[in-house]
């Protein structure tokens, strides 16, 4: 049974909240990005996630800026005051959004085009796809030798990023009212696994246009599980990426159930 509730209009506010930019900035295109830089582009090798696979990691050279550097000059000096979130829009639909604290200390780059000169794209082994346009811009991390960068793999490396936006979020979409207090860490992991592609009432990416509440209520809890571990399992010719493939096993599934357990209990709100 799928639970349906129009939002009151407090909270409907604080949902809309998480939609509306403190800042936005559009990214401009290379040259014009390189003007107002004014010092030639980096390079930075990192272990491209999308093309590891265990525990052999790829390295490749990327060209750009360290990503402090670009959001200075697209939003000020004092940026990293502004919000506690950058939220980066990618061209087909994805929205990743990573807290302002992570730029501060650990390395990120926006980059733009490959350091030897071969076309800018990658394959994305996760999601069976060969060849995909990494620009106008790829957010790209320094993991060699950050243990905590590699086992979080792709998760917040967007690519074909259009725009950035400082942001100040509010989870209310996520938390509504009454939602006992041991689904919070469903809400969570959602925040985390899912909801870089996926809408949760209103609240995420817009890959897919549906909302995860409704959809997740259609599937038994051994189906839905196997559907986050494995997707093609369930579903032919997806491209969803399995769950934090470099988690242990018993993680990954404490983390899909979980998902299950809050997705079936929060209500569709409209």
Request: with cysteine; net charge negative.
């Amino acid at each position: 049974m799928c639970l349906r509730f129009t939002l009151p209009g407090a909270v409907l506010g604080l949902a809309l909240l998480a939609l509306s930019p403190l800042h936005a900035a559009e990214m401009p295109p290379v040259d014009d990005l390189q003007a107002r830089m004014g010092a030639p582009a980096g390079t930075v090798t990192v272990y491209e996630p999308h093309l590891s696979v265990g525990d052999e990691h790829v390295a490749v050279d990327y060209v750009g800026y360290p990503a402090v550097d670009v959001m200075e000059r697209l939003f000020g000096p004092d940026w990293q005051g502004e919000a506690e979130t950058v939220e980066f829009r990618a061209l087909d639909g994805y929205v990743s959004r990573i807290a302002v604290e992570r730029f501060m200390t650990e390395g990120a780059f926006i980059v733009f085009a490959r350091g030897d000169g071969s076309p800018f794209t990658v394959d994305n082994l996760a999601q069976n796809e060969s060849d995909v346009p990494l620009g106008p811009y790829y957010l790209a991390w320094d993991n060699i030798g950050n243990p905590a960068l590699l086992a979080e793999g792709a998760r917040n490396w967007p690519y074909q990023v259009a725009e950035v936006n400082l942001v100040t979020l509010s989870d209310a979409a996520l938390l509504p009212e009454g939602l006992d207090a041991r689904f919070h860490e469903g809400a969570a992991l959602a925040k985390t696994h899912c909801l870089s592609c996926h809408l949760v009432n209103g609240y995420g990416g817009e890959k897919f246009e549906a909302n995860l509440a409704e959809v997740a209520k259609v599937y038994e809890e051994a189906e839905f599980i196997r559907l986050v571990l494995a997707p093609l399992s369930v579903l032919e010719e997806t491209t969803m990426p399995p769950l934090a493939p470099r988690l242990d096993e018993p993680d990954r599934e404490r983390i899909a159930k979980a998902l299950f357990e809050y997705l079936n209990v929060l209500p569709v709100l409209e």
